[in-house]
């Protein structure tokens, strides 16, 4: 065989291993350029393409070529920038599948006719929900629900799972949801939002449908319904959900609420169904705390074939403080970055970015470290070099000129507001002298005052350093 035959043969293997989304993105610019006796040569368009394939796909590389030619024992790894314009070598693998088109909001559970249910997601498991000790004990509440058996009396009827906004109620929902239905394949499980169930009770009495749908939910073996604080004066709602309730509960029907606050806290909920809330087991989610927010970053990052080196892992770790939503929109910003840059994620890169979606936030390099971006006057002088346009070296020089002495004296600035250096500590790092630093910095601060572009350009800097 030639090398192009055995590149397409390595690839058919490699596609049928790992998902399309992931083969198209990493290997469809690759060549394999050389087979020179054990060993090979391949390609990649981009740089960051060249570290994937060392780092994440040489075993799946090596075992795959050895099973077309058996005495391949090395690969090597070279950047040829013309490839990201050159064709595939095996165009027919990377032909775009036809997608099966779906409706919008179908429902893919299977369940009896007149019955629906909100998609429940594939990719919302209890096993792949990354437990810590924030979450624990919701996580085994709702595995506890779904592993005991139908139509039987039940230990934890219902489970209510409280917690705030974006810290995985739904993903631990849904979770339970699946399963359920991995245990019970026949199972009618529906799981909706208080929205939608509100909606729908509004529709059947317009309607005048009210009977068929209590008839509806009656029949189902668990109803799951997410964020009923929504349900707060909503007394007609409250009406249809107690009945419907007293009737699963009858009947041992596995039933699991979320809301944002416990039980007793739903002020604009009914007494008696806010009683029988609480009958079954309470579990609250909290923010995870650091280590685990560092484990959740690194199963979202393998989801979505993102490279993260390990102190962006630690910054975005350190950085997510409100909820996960945070940082799910910060890891497809970075995802998209990448995709246009073609450059991996550094900390600075990753900083502007939450920058941007936290205007009015400080950032921090470590959980309990000084705010900012920088760690030591090199940043420093990074930042600031790359803000006006100057050469590094300039800053630490003795140059005259009024260009270079006011962005030198901006660096000795923000070596004293945001590193909280001395003024010996600094004039040590720039090769001045002390009452040199203090004066440097004076007339920044009076600018700062009189001067509305220097004022500008502090707020810029800080903005970009990240801190306010």
Not at 38 to 61: D, R, V
Request: aromatic share 8%; charged share 25%.
């Amino acid at each position: 065989m030639d090398k192009n035959q055995v590149w397409a043969a390595v690839l058919q293997r490699i596609s049928e291993k790992i998902s399309r989304m992931e083969f198209c993105t990493w290997f469809k610019k690759v060549h394999l350029t050389e087979i020179s006796g054990a060993a090979i040569l391949i390609s990649c368009p981009t740089e960051m393409n060249k570290n994937w394939m060392e780092t994440k796909y040489h075993s799946l590389l090596l075992s795959n070529l050895k099973g077309v030619l058996p005495e391949i024992e090395k690969i090597f790894f070279d950047v040829k920038l013309e490839l990201q314009n050159a064709p595939t070598q095996t165009p027919d693998l990377f032909q775009a599948k036809k997608a099966v088109r779906k409706l919008p909001n179908k429902p893919e559970v299977r369940l009896s006719p007149g019955i629906e249910s909100r998609i429940i997601h594939s990719k919302f498991t209890l096993q792949n929900f990354v437990v810590g000790e924030e979450n624990r004990f919701a996580h085994s509440a709702c595995l506890a629900a779904a592993e005991q058996k139908l139509n039987e009396a039940k230990k934890y009827n219902p489970l209510f799972v409280y917690g705030g906004v974006g810290l995985g109620k739904t993903h631990l929902l849904q979770g339970a949801a699946n399963e359920i239905l991995r245990r019970h394949p026949e199972a009618k499980v529906v799981y909706t939002t208080a929205e939608r169930f509100m909606n729908e009770i509004i529709k059947a009495i317009r309607e005048r449908k009210t009977d068929m749908l209590r008839k509806k939910y009656r029949q189902v073996d668990a109803l799951i319904i997410d964020d009923i604080q929504f349900f707060e004066g909503k007394e007609k709602t409250q009406e249809e959900l107690f009945n419907t309730f007293n009737d699963l509960h009858e009947f041992h029907k596995q039933i699991i609420f979320s809301a944002d606050r416990p039980p007793s806290d739903l002020v604009g909920i009914s007494d008696r169904l806010r009683s029988r809330m609480g009958w079954g087991l309470s579990a609250d989610v909290q923010m995870p705390g650091y280590e685990t927010r560092l484990a959740i970053i690194q199963e979202k990052a393998n989801e979505m074939n993102l490279m993260l080196p390990p102190d962006v892992q630690e910054f975005l770790a350190t950085n997510t403080r409100k909820n996960l939503r945070e940082l799910e929109s910060w890891l497809n910003q970075i995802s998209a970055e990448i995709e246009i840059s073609k450059i991996s994620p550094t900390i600075q890169s990753v900083g502007k970015i939450w920058r941007k979606l936290n205007p009015h936030e400080d950032l921090t390099l470590s959980e309990n470290g000084k705010p900012g971006l920088v760690k030591n006057t090199d940043d420093i002088i990074t930042f600031v070099s790359e803000y006006f346009q100057i050469p590094a070296t300039e800053l630490l020089g003795t140059s005259r000129k009024s260009e270079i002495v006011l962005p030198r004296q901006v660096s000795w600035f923000l070596c004293k507001e945001v590193l909280k250096m001395s003024f010996e500590k600094i004039g040590k790092d720039f090769s001045k002298n002390h009452t040199t630093i203090l004066h440097g910095i004076k007339k920044v601060q009076e600018l700062t005052r009189t001067d509305s572009a220097m004022a500008r350009h502090l707020h810029a800097l800080r903005k970009d350093l990240g801190v306010k």
